[in-house]
DNA sequence: GACAAGTTATTGCATACGCAACTAATATGT
DNA sequence: ACATATTAGTTGCGTATGCAATAACTTGTC
């Protein structure tokens, strides 16, 4: 009797199980070539460029610890880390907050603003190989409608 | 002078980078909230799940350690201490591959096929909520067709 | 106003992963 | 044929991240 085998009629092969699979795919191929462009061209990993386009995109101009750890899709101790190092380097402060002492206002610095703004600049080169090149306007438009979609609100 | 600022003309709201944001954003939510569920209900880790998925696709039932990388998404390096763990519980088994005596191929266990039978049961359950009752049949469709396009080839 | 219950952020710990260096095997070019 | 380049896989090392426990604070209830 062998000890391998690789029969099976479940359906591995099922649409849905195939469309997870390809989103899953088809980001991590897509973060890991755009996050290593950033990287290269203006020194900022990816993680630190999503930060610093929350809080920009923020009304107040800052979050607390645990907006950006929703939005960005952290855990709060790891965003606590990730704020360290991001403030280490300068480009975000903590600030008390005024009405809960328990919650930190996390902003962006002027130099953070410079960083945000070259790698944009950067971001956006990218984005024209591997966005615009293969997705029209339209078929960019109907792929955020479905992702909005299938996001949910969790 | 103050040491924060959220100014900034940039095109921090620009219709690719947000359709990047959103990928990212969507993938990080799904996985979470399937890898926790599967976790919950099958005690299989989601990037197992991946391998043990992509092992019974393959044509004759086994991948080398490079291909597994490159379908899974990961470093060779990253490869080979996931395969450790994954063979270390018995699910799947390295071969040595009669042609190339670098090369290392792994295969799927009989209990690595039960156990993705069981997976795949669930799976398709938290799909059912997750993805089914956000998109149609046709959302499905057309969302895979857009994926395709935007993985590429790379 | 005091106490219970919930919320916010941080820390210790464990782990998973990438990168670069390395070894072994194979392919290529002269 | 032999030297060189290329490819496959593993390992050491550094680091980013999640989970659970904790401390500080707020809110609701009596």
């Known amino acids: 009797m062998t000890t391998t085998a690789h029969t099976g009629a479940c ?7 195939m469309l997870v699979g390809l989103l899953f795919e088809t980001n991590a ?3 890991r070539a755009l996050g290593a462009e950033l990287e290269e061209s203006c020194d ?3 993680p630190w460029f999503d930060v610093l386009l ?3 995109r923020a009304d107040e101009g800052h979050l607390t610890m645990s ?8 855990s709060t101790g790891g965003t606590t880390r990730l ?13 008390s907050c005024p009405t809960d002492r328990r919650a930190v206002h996390v902003a962006i610095t002027v130099q953070g603003n410079e960083k945000l ?3 944009l600049e950067a971001h956006l080169v990218h984005l024209e190989c591997r966005v615009a090149d293969r997705l029209t306007k339209s078929e960019r438009a109907t792929l955020t409608e479905l992702l909005t979609k299938l996001k949910g609100d969790d």
Chains 1, 2 share one sequence.
């Open 11 to 17: 359906p591995s092969g099922d649409e849905r199980v």
């Open 29 to 31: 191929r897509l973060s």
């Open 44 to 46: 900022l990993p990816l």
């Open 54 to 56: 929350q809080l920009r």
């Open 67 to 74: 907006q950006l750890a929703d939005a960005t899709v952290h």
């Open 83 to 95: 704020i360290d190092r991001i403030e280490a380097a300068g480009l975000v402060a903590r600030q």
């Open 117 to 119: 703004n070259e790698a």
